[in-house]
C-alpha cells in the first residue's frame, strides 16, 4: 500500500478519535428515556447510531466550512484537500463531497476494499467530486505520478 493512502487512513483514524470523543460528551447529556431503540420508516435505528452518524456529519460540514475540507487529522499529518487542478474546493462542493463521504461510511466494508485494493488513490467521494487528498506544499502532479 502507498504511502499516501497509509496517512490518509492515518488521519481517518485521528478524525474518527476525535468524532468518538465528541460523541461520548454528547451522549452522556442525552436523557436515559431517550436511548431506546424506535421504529422509524420500518428500519428499527438505535439512536446512538444516528447520534454518531450525526457527529460524524457535523464534525466534517465545519471543517468544509472553516478549513475548505481539511479535517484536524488531515491537518496533524500534512495533508490538503485539493481539485484535481491543485485549487481549495468551493464550499457548495466540499459539502457534497463530505454528504457522499457520510454515505460511503455506512456502506464502509464496500468503500474501504475499494479504496484500500484499488488501482488509483482515490475514494468513492472523491471519484465522484474529482478530488483527492494531497500532501501539503506538493504540487498536484508529482502527487499523482509519485
Not at 29 to 34: V, Y
Not at 80 to 91: A, C, H, P, V, Y
Not at 94 to 116: D, E, F, G, Q, W
Not at 122 to 128: I, K, Q, R, T, V
Amino acid at each position: 500500500m502507498k504511502i499516501a493512502k497509509l496517512n490518509r487512513v492515518g488521519a481517518l483514524i485521528i478524525d474518527l478519535i476525535f468524532i468518538s470523543l465528541a460523541y461520548t460528551l454528547i451522549f452522556n447529556f442525552i436523557p436515559e428515556e431517550w436511548l431506546t431503540t424506535t421504529q422509524q420508516y420500518g428500519w428499527v435505528l438505535q439512536t446512538g447510531t444516528l447520534l454518531y452518524y450525526g457527529t460524524f456529519l457535523v464534525y466534517f460540514l465545519l471543517f468544509d466550512f472553516t478549513n475548505s475540507g481539511d479535517s484536524p487529522g488531515k491537518e496533524l499529518l500534512k495533508l490538503q484537500t485539493r481539485d484535481m487542478s491543485g485549487q481549495k474546493l468551493e464550499r457548495k462542493r466540499s459539502i457534497k463531497r463530505t454528504l457522499l463521504k457520510l454515505v460511503s461510511m455506512i456502506i464502509c466494508p464496500v468503500s474501504a476494499l475499494l479504496y484500500l485494493f484499488g488501482e488509483g488513490e482515490f475514494s468513492l467521494h472523491d471519484a465522484y467530486f474529482n478530488t483527492s487528498v494531497f500532501p501539503q506544499g506538493k504540487p498536484v502532479k508529482n502527487h499523482l505520478f509519485n
